[in-house]
């Protein structure tokens, strides 16, 4: 069998073996988010429609969308869009609000329905009498703030137990996943939180790590790595990728090299003899610049959080690497350079590996950690 023949037979066995031998891998699924400067920021199970792959999402019910105003939208099968304020992947609860700015509406008219949804209420269903008084009237609990006319009227809701005082009728009742009647402003502001349970990926959360399916399959879920969803965008080819090129190239070379060879000896051209191929000289990569070593890491400032949450930014309270709310007796790190805060293990772990802020991208002043690419 001559070289030529050889060459073609063994690239006709690999793209066989590797076809049928070889499962696709899943693709590496960053975050992603309607805006960059917009949360919240999209990974799995939830997938933004248009800017990542299906895979990335675990099933069409946890699908968003973006609005004009690059806001994210979760559409609901029996109630309708509804826009998305937080993610919190760790305890599985996603912040919901209405497009029309009045939430409590929605309990009035017809209710809001889960049906055929992954999603359930966050907390238990409470009875609500509303009752509707003048705006002199004192009243047990505040107004809500979209329903009430604070000239001529409020709207304010109390137990359905409750005795109606002087000044106020009966306006309407509701069943609204509160724990208090003094809630019904978190909903008039902020909306209603919404839990999932399938699917459940907080055991990759407790590990520190993200969730997703294993390959193309969508068979198994499991973790990854935090820097597969952080690395830089010259790290996105996959490793079984740049295996499936080099070789490609490899293999184009020498049947190149091959095919002249064997032109030149046919011509009568070749003078000497031809010398085989018969090492390809292994070229070192440059040394790639990464994160920062753990002794400048451990330098920068640590604070733990009590019971009051004495935050350095008060209104900033999930961290923006997991998106995780800050809990007290939790240990946050600052970057000296910005002064942005973080979990310290999440923050840890990224400038392990990367020597920019993950909020603003400055470099840190830092020793840096060499690693061979």
């Known amino acids: 069998m001559s070289t030529l023949q050889f060459l073609i037979t063994f690239l006709l066995l690999f793209f066989f073996i590797h076809h049928n031998g070889a499962s696709a891998p899943a693709p590496i699924c960053r975050e992603s988010s309607c805006s960059s400067d917009n949360p919240p920021y999209t990974r799995f199970p939830f997938r933004l429609q248009n800017l990542q792959p299906s ?10 969308s973006c609005n004009n105003q690059n806001e994210a939208i979760l559409t609901l099968p029996s109630s309708g869009h509804f826009i998305v304020r937080t993610i919190d992947y760790t305890s599985q609860n996603v912040w919901i609000t209405d497009l029309n700015s009045c939430f409590p509406r929605l309990f009035l008219d017809h209710g809001l329905s889960l049906k055929g949804s992954p999603f359930s209420y966050a907390n238990d269903l409470v009875n609500f009498t509303l009752l509707n008084c003048s705006s002199s009237a004192e009243t047990p609990y505040p107004p809500i703030s979209c329903l009430s006319n604070n000239e001529q009227y409020v709207i304010t809701a109390v137990p359905s137990d409750s005795t109606v005082p002087p000044s106020c009728s009966v306006f309407s009742t509701a069943s609204v996943p509160l724990r208090d009647p003094l809630d019904w402003s978190i909903i008039d502001l902020y909306g209603v939180e919404l839990a999932w349970d399938d699917p459940d990926c907080r055991f990759c959360g407790r590990l520190g790590k993200f969730c997703g399916f294993e390959n193309a399959k969508r068979s198994k879920l499991i973790c990854f790595d935090i820097y597969k969803y952080y690395s830089s965008d ?11 090129i080099t070789c490609l190239g490899v293999l ?13 000896r046919t011509c009568g051209r070749v003078q000497q003899p031809i010398v085989e191929l018969s090492t390809i000289t292994n070229q070192q990569p440059p040394a790639v610049m990464k994160g920062l070593d753990d002794a400048t890491i451990e330098s920068y400032p640590k604070i733990q959080l009590g019971q009051s949450w004495e935050l350095p930014e008060p209104n900033d309270n999930t961290c923006p690497i997991c998106l995780g709310t800050y809990k007290s007796k939790e240990t946050l790190r600052t970057i000296p350079e910005c002064n942005h805060y973080f979990h310290a293990n999440c923050i840890d772990e990224w400038l392990r590996r990367n020597a920019t802020c993950p909020l603003c991208r400055n470099p840190s002043e830092g020793n840096k950690v060499i690693i061979e690419a």
């Open 234 to 244: 010259n790290d996105t080819v996959r490793t079984s990728e740049i295996a499936i």
């Open 252 to 264: 184009g070379l020498l049947l190149t090299t091959a095919f002249f060879l064997r032109l030149m």
């Open 55 to 64: 895979i990335c999402g675990y099933s069409e019910s946890f699908d968003l």
